[in-house]
């Protein structure tokens, strides 16, 4: 009985879960962030190569 209130009390001041709960909202903002700057300069940068390729 003491070892599971011994671990239990561990898991309550163990905060290597948070974070890497932390790491991964980052990891997926940035990816969410890269994701929807590519989609938007996709037209853009479309467009411009067209304009290049059609003056050479």
């Given at each position: ?52 390729s059609?003056?050479?």
């Amino acid at each position: 009985m003491q070892q599971i209130r011994r671990t239990l009390s561990n898991l309550r001041t163990d905060v290597r879960g948070v974070t890497a709960l932390e790491y991964a909202m980052i990891a997926s903002l940035i990816a969410v962030a890269c994701v929807t700057i590519v989609t938007s300069l996709g037209g853009s940068i479309s467009g411009v190569f067209s304009t290049v390729s059609s003056a050479l």
